[in-house]
């Protein structure tokens, strides 16, 4: 099994920036992408970045310029750095690890979430 935990989400004013790490851990063969997504109150989960095991990148149109995702591929750890942040970032975000284990898969294995608040 593929165990996935987030760390990093808090309270910071409009305008400023927070990173969030994602770690991931147990018994897969390969991960072919981590990433990140959030739920706001209300609404439905929304994917903001994610990085395949080659390094290419997708991102929200949303968070564009604003928000970075990189990996360590020895550590199987994704990060998300999160500048000019706005009260509308604020939500739960969730790490999702897309992994082999033996011979199956992928299957997406996701964190339990962290809190990003962000205040006007």
């Known amino acids: 099994q593929v165990q996935v935990v987030e760390s990093g989400g808090g309270l910071v004013q409009a305008g400023g920036s927070l990173s969030l790490t994602c770690a991931a851990s147990?018994?897969?063969?390969?991960?072919?992408?981590m990433g990140w997504y959030r739920q706001a109150p209300g609404k439905q989960r929304e994917s903001v970045a994610f990085?395949?095991?080659?390094?290419?990148?997708k991102y929200a149109d949303s968070v564009k310029g604003r928000f970075t995702i990189s990996k360590n591929n020895a550590k199987n750890t994704v990060d998300l750095h999160m500048n000019s942040l706005r009260p509308e970032d604020t939500a739960v975000y969730f790490c999702n690890t897309r992994a082999f284990v033996g011979l199956s898969g992928p299957y997406d294995y996701w964190g339990q979430g962290t809190q990003v608040t962000v205040s006007s």
């Open positions: 990085i395949t095991s080659d390094g290419i990148t």
């Open positions: 147990g018994t897969f063969k390969s991960i072919t992408a």
